[in-house]
């Protein structure tokens, strides 16, 4: 499923040119599948690379991601959490082992610190921003180590770009925090990181891409950029719902009005395809989605409709669409000249007070 700074603590995958580690093949081939929403497929996958070859750095961290994700597909958030803990208490004590076993690989350590580090995946859907920092920096005190020992190892670059950035937009006592840890609280610095491995990793490109969709579209408001990364990312996993509602934001925010009815079409569609609790995460996603293509279009009552089913419906464990959909109902009952009720939507955009730019 997904995540918007879901990933803020999550998905790291070690790049390879070639097949550097047994095993590389048929990791690959989970990695893929997980993208593209085959996540059984996927996990079958991975168990079998998990016994076949214990000592890839990269399969048990990506098995438990899988899982989790997976349980994502199926039921409620809660539960989510507690098959990542059941997980991570099952790969980190095999990494800890590992990184004895092999000292002199980094690979090990960058993959141990993301289990650790990704612990905090809980504190971030419960907006426990402090305890987030302190679960974070036990995993990202590690990468940290790893990445000025091996500054070549641009996977290293997307967890700290990440903690650089939500660092940079928080308040000033987290900011403080994550320079007291020798790390550097600034959007401008995070955002390169994660653009770095972006675009120079043969793995981590994944999460790092989708990550900076997001922040383009609902933390900077760059549209413009977040759309040659999220028509990338849908031509290499079609099937990836997310990555499909990324994509098709970023054709209404920079007015390709065809292509965006296009895909709408094709996400009806495909809707059918997912299971029922993604169907419920997704369907106020997509109604917003419709409902801000009405508005622009002029359609004011199609549009209240469809954002009204989002409000009702929103189901999602970050609140970030749930603002948007508030900030365009207000407008677009200030264009009806309800001034007054648009206000209530307005405050209750202000209320959620989450980083997007709607609140700003």
């Known amino acids: 499923m997904h995540r918007p700074l879901i990933c803020i603590i999550c998905v790291i995958n070690i790049s390879w040119s070639t097949d550097i580690y ?20 996927s996990i079958e996958i991975l168990d079998r690379a998990r016994q076949t070859y214990p ?68 504190n971030l859907g419960k907006k426990e921003w402090l305890t987030l920092l302190i679960q974070a920096y036990q995993g990202f005190s590690i990468i940290e180590d790893v990445a000025d020992k091996n500054p070549n190892l641009m996977d290293a670059q997307l967890p700290l770009g990440i903690i650089e950035y939500y660092a940079g937009i928080s308040n ?19 955002i390169a990181k994660i653009s770095q491995a972006a675009n120079h990793s043969e793995w981590a490109w994944i999460e790092a891409s989708g990550i900076l969709s997001f922040l383009y579209l609902w933390i900077e408001n760059k549209p413009e950029l977040a759309l040659p990364i999220t028509k990338k990312l849908v031509k290499q996993f079609p099937q990836n719902f997310y990555f499909n509602l990324l994509y098709l934001e970023s054709l209404i925010r920079t007015e390709q009005s065809t292509a965006a009815q296009d895909l709408i079409h094709i996400l009806e569609m495909r809707r059918e395809s997912l299971t029922r609790r993604q169907q419920d995460w997704y369907d106020p996603y997509l109604d ?73």
């Open 288 to 360: 917003y989605e419709k409902a801000l293509f009405a508005f622009n279009r002029g359609d004011l009552e199609l549009s209240l409709g469809l954002v009204n089913k989002t409000i009702m419906n929103y189901t999602g464990e970050l609140d970030i669409v749930l603002g948007f959909a508030y900030l365009l109902k207000g407008k677009i009952l200030d264009t009806k000249g309800d001034r007054g009720s648009a206000r209530t939507f307005y405050q209750n955009c202000l209320e959620l007070d989450n980083f997007s730019y709607a609140v700003k």
């Open 22 to 41: 047994p095993g590389d093949s048929e990791v690959r081939e989970g990695v893929h599948a997980f993208y593209n929403y085959e996540f059984e497929h």
């Open 172 to 190: 000033i006592i987290i900011r403080w925090a994550v320079e007291l840890f020798g790390l550097n609280a600034s959007k401008l610095s995070g």
């Open 55 to 122: 000592d890839h750095p990269g399969v048990h961290f990506i098995w438990a991601a899988s899982k989790y994700y997976c349980s994502q597909g199926l039921g409620p958030v809660i539960a989510t959490y507690d098959t990542l803990e059941q997980s991570l208490n099952k790969i980190q004590p095999i990494y800890e082992s590992l990184v004895k076993k092999y000292p002199n690989d980094p690979a090990y350590q960058l993959y141990l610190g993301s289990a650790r580090g990704l612990r905090a995946r809980s």
